[in-house]
């Protein structure tokens, strides 16, 4: 079974909107990519489809007739909308790269939940709508959406995914409760990683949880790229410093081959945040030259992808910013 690490919060508001009888007919899951928040969507389905009422939990409705057609894809009382593939026929979940999705989800996708909203339910209690995400509606789809949203169709309950809620219809945003997904803390990326990766060595997971940055989602995906290496060598340059530029120069050389493009974005993650785990380690009196390289850090990685900034000279700047922090830490000692 999996552990849904961080939904307790958004499980206890849906439970409690059910045994009160006042379940809020749409809500907006937001916070970071990488969250959960489309697997609490799916969970949430699984419950309010069930047979049973609901109220023994989450956990008591993974079994069962609904889990079933959920997981097959084929429960006529639930409907999600995301980003179709860019060739007819493929199914969305064996598109890996989101370069082969379409731009937006379309009017024409959001106008297909008619058939659906008119009727009765089929098998349900209830009828479930995942947008996924909201934020990639087109603006006649918004439009589209934001008419069934003010006039809901009784039993119909709407989950809308969102990564940047402030880019929505104000007039969306106000007609659906709010369920904010934080990032985790170390502690629950730790347990995350623990039950998810059990074989991960300990210095590995470590770099996953100092790079992800209390995304799950953002964890699985850099796994198997290797962090722990480059969080060595990171290490290593803190460590002794680098008067020569030899270990940045081998560092840029090694994450700018073409091979390496997944280890280099990651990079663009994972320095950013080792030179926050400096400054939260720093005495206050002796912070602001860290945070100053942390800046530049941070909006070095910012502007490296959009700008196609050399990767090299991206990867060797990084690497005189970290040595530059060693020569400020021994100073200090």
């Not at 990519?33 to 023994?56: H, N, P, V, W």
Request: hydrophobic share 45%.
């Amino acid at each position: 079974m999996t552990n849904f690490i961080g939904h307790d919060r958004a499980e206890a508001a849906v439970l409690a909107g059910l045994a009160e009888g006042r379940l809020h007919h749409a809500w907006l899951l937001s916070g970071p990519k990488g969250m959960g928040k489309a697997s609490f969507a799916l969970r949430a389905a699984r419950l309010l489809l069930s047979d049973s009422d609901g109220l023994e939990g989450f956990s008591a409705s993974e079994e069962g007739q609904a889990a079933a057609l959920i997981r097959a894809g084929s429960h006529p009382d639930l409907k999600i909308l995301q980003r179709l593939p860019k060739k007819d026929g493929v199914d969305p979940e064996d598109v890996s790269d989101e370069a082969d999705l379409k731009r937006n989800i379309s009017v024409d996708q959001v106008r297909s939940l008619q058939p659906l909203l008119g009727g009765k339910t089929s098998i349900a209690p209830r009828r479930v709508i995942i947008v996924d995400a909201a934020d990639d509606l087109e603006r006649s789809g918004a439009n589209a959406l934001l008419k069934n949203l003010e006039e809901p169709p009784e039993n119909t309950v709407f989950f809308l995914v969102s990564h940047a809620p402030q880019r929505l219809l104000p007039t969306i945003r106000s007609r659906c409760r709010v369920q904010r997904f934080d990032p985790l803390s170390d502690e629950q990326m730790d347990a995350f990683l623990r039950s998810a990766l059990p074989d991960l060595p300990d210095q590995d997971r470590a770099a996953l949880i100092l790079a992800a940055e209390g995304s799950p989602g953002r964890a699985i995906a850099m796994h198997g790229l290797d962090l722990g290496a480059l969080d060595r060598q990171l290490a290593q340059i803190y460590r002794e410093g680098d008067r020569s530029g030899s270990l940045g120069s081998g560092l840029a050389q090694k994450l700018s081959l073409k091979a390496a493009n997944e280890r280099y974005l990651a990079f663009l993650e994972q320095a950013p945040a080792y030179f926050a785990a400096i400054a939260r380690e720093t005495p206050p009196a002796q912070v602001a030259p860290v945070i100053d390289a942390w800046r530049e850090a941070s909006d070095l990685a910012a502007r490296a992808v959009p700008l196609t900034l050399d990767k090299q000279s991206v990867v060797f700047r990084m690497a005189r910013l970290l040595a530059g922090l060693s020569a400020h830490r021994d100073a200090r000692q």
